[in-house]
């Protein structure tokens, strides 16, 4: 099973397939389309073999479809038909969640990825399920605005540094995770990591992306993701309107 692996984030579309050793990637954007965005990787990877297709979104997903629009670049995205464009069986996950699968190990494993907002990802005996922790509300905002880059930037490195360390203890003590996988590009900016913690690596969303079309590895069965409800939806249609 060829399997290529798209990680669509605001900055670059990443991608990867089976026999590969070293990703590829181009600049997105505030303009990048999903037409564009599939014409970018075909023209990326017209040299590689693949029969599959894994893709992780940085927004909800519900149905193997984008749920809402990204904030982060351009329109169209949940109308678009990925599987004609690609004329391959696609996957689709939130970027999160594939990040966050690739990470796994056993048991309940929380992610949390420290990026430009707070990625987030509970995985419980194999099944994925992606949440909205970044929303909820913490001191005068949410957590996402204490441990996001907008936090990082007004509190500075080290109340940052408090501020994650806190975040985390409190999930722990609210889902009471076997361990808790911190990624993100804002990562390795951490001094120590919290109790409970491993690091994780970006790198992971590809093996995520690989494991969603496995039906063995360290699964019983292929990994399964938990519906996104309409509330959740409804919430990030209402964040992503403040955000203009």
């Known amino acids: 099973m060829k399997i290529l692996v798209i990680d669509v984030g605001g900055t670059h579309v990443k991608v990867l397939a089976t026999g590969q050793n070293i990703h590829r990637e181009f600049v997105s954007g505030k303009n990048l389309t999903p037409k564009r965005m599939v014409a970018g990787v075909r023209k990326l990877v017209a ?99 204490y441990v996001g880059l907008r936090g990082f930037q007004k509190y500075g490195k080290k109340k940052w540094r408090k501020y994650v360390a806190d975040v985390t203890a409190r999930l722990i003590a609210a889902l009471e995770p ?5 990624g993100g590009g804002n990562m390795k900016q951490l001094k120590k990591l919290p109790p409970l913690c491993r690091a994780g690596d970006n790198a992971n969303a590809f093996l995520g992306g690989f494991r969603l079309w496995q039906q063995n590895d360290k699964f019983t069965t292929a990994p399964t993701v938990a519906p996104v409800t309409k509330e959740i939806i409804t919430h990030h249609k209402k964040k992503i309107t403040s955000r203009k």
Do not use: C
């Not at 996957?91 to 190990?105: C, F, I, P």
């Not at 994925?128 to 509300?137: D, Y």
């Not at 076997?178 to 911190?182: C, K, R, S, T, Y």
């Open 47 to 145: 040299d590689w073999d693949y029969d599959y297709i894994s893709i992780g979104y940085p927004g909800p997903v519900l149905h193997n479809h984008p749920a809402i629009e990204p904030w982060n670049l351009g329109k169209g995205w949940v109308d678009f038909n990925f599987k004609a464009a690609f004329k391959r069986p696609v996957k689709m996950v939130n970027d999160a969640a594939m990040q966050a699968l690739g990470s796994y190990r056993r048991g309940k494993m929380l992610f949390l990825g420290l990026g430009t907002g707070l990625g987030s990802a509970l995985i419980v005996e194999g099944q994925i399920v992606s949440m909205e922790l970044a929303h909820l509300p913490y001191r005068k905002g949410t957590f996402e605005d």
């Open 178 to 182: 076997d361990e808790v996988v911190l």
